[in-house]
């Protein structure tokens, strides 16, 4: 049984680079669940992209009929518009963010999934919950770290460990 799910996402990072968090709302039915973290560096991209990867690996059941609700023209065009599959073709040179793209792919395969691209601040209830999440996450005493961010140009990250 395919089942229809409606996930929303955002993200954000104060500085970009600089502390970001993401917020996701999947909705099912009468189930609901809200899933938000906090980055101490990271990018505004990487945490618009790393919401719509959360809400999708929270699914349990591969076939699900999902449609993700972002106001992130970089995600939602990357797939919609074919941008991402010429990226993956090209073996992602030159690409950023490569490590969550792959990491994309690997569960959007798993499902039949559409974007919508709705615009931010406008009053649509729960991409404002997404975008509360995602800045006070980003604003937490406990800030994770995005491992995968790197400077450009600089194939290490900035910190290993916390820095108070």
Not at 28 to 41: A, D, M, N, Q, V
Not at 77 to 82: L, N, R, T
Not at 133 to 150: F, I, R
Request: charged letters at 25%; one cysteine or more; hydrophobic letters at 35%.
């Amino acid at each position: 049984m395919a089942y229809k799910i409606t996930i929303y996402t955002d993200g954000t990072a104060r500085g970009n680079p600089g502390p970001g968090g993401y917020g996701v709302v999947l909705i099912c039915g009468s189930h609901r669940l809200e899933k938000t973290e906090g980055f101490r560096l990271t990018t505004n991209n990487r945490m618009e992209l790393l919401a719509v990867i959360t809400g999708l690996e929270a699914l349990k059941q591969p076939g699900s009929n999902v449609t993700i609700y972002t106001d992130s023209k970089y995600v939602a065009d990357a797939v919609e518009k074919g941008w991402l599959f010429r990226w993956e073709a090209k073996s992602f040179r030159k690409t950023k963010n490569t490590d969550l793209w792959k990491r994309f792919l690997k569960i959007y395969r798993k499902h039949n999934v559409k974007f919508i691209w709705i615009k931010g601040h406008a009053g649509h209830p729960e991409n404002e919950l997404c975008d509360r999440m995602a800045v006070e996450s980003s604003l937490g005493n406990v800030l994770s770290e995005d491992t995968g961010y790197k400077p450009d140009g600089d194939d290490v990250t900035i910190f290993s460990q916390h820095v108070e």
